[in-house]
């Protein structure tokens, strides 16, 4: 498996319709991309602008396949228009323990 931990931090006036477009992603990601096996964001409590990212996937082709993908192509731009800046990724790399541990 390959992870991801990213944050990101949203212009406060689009917090709201941004968790609705992240939760459809992470759905239909989900649903309609086998390599891409969790999506999971974390809303910090003392800044609700700012969000933490773990994704997980069967190996790094799959990410960039997740990326380049028509659910990323679709999505990637709305939520680019109501960021503040770009994403940071924390780390990216093998799992070490399996998802069913």
């Not at 974390?42 to 997980?56: G, L, R």
Request: hydrophobic content about 45%.
């Amino acid at each position: 498996m390959y992870s991801v931990l990213a944050h990101l931090t949203i212009q406060p006036q689009h917090v709201d319709a941004f968790i609705a477009l992240i939760r459809d992603h992470a759905r239909e990601s989900l649903r309609d991309e086998v390599w891409t096996l969790g999506l999971e964001v974390i809303q910090d409590e003392a800044d609700p602008t700012h969000f933490y990212f773990h994704e997980t996937y069967v190996d790094e082709a799959a990410l960039q396949a997740h990326m380049q993908g028509a659910i990323g192509a679709r999505n990637f731009p709305r939520i680019a228009a109501m960021a503040s800046g770009t994403p940071v990724y924390i780390g990216k790399g093998v799992s070490i323990f399996p998802a069913e541990t």
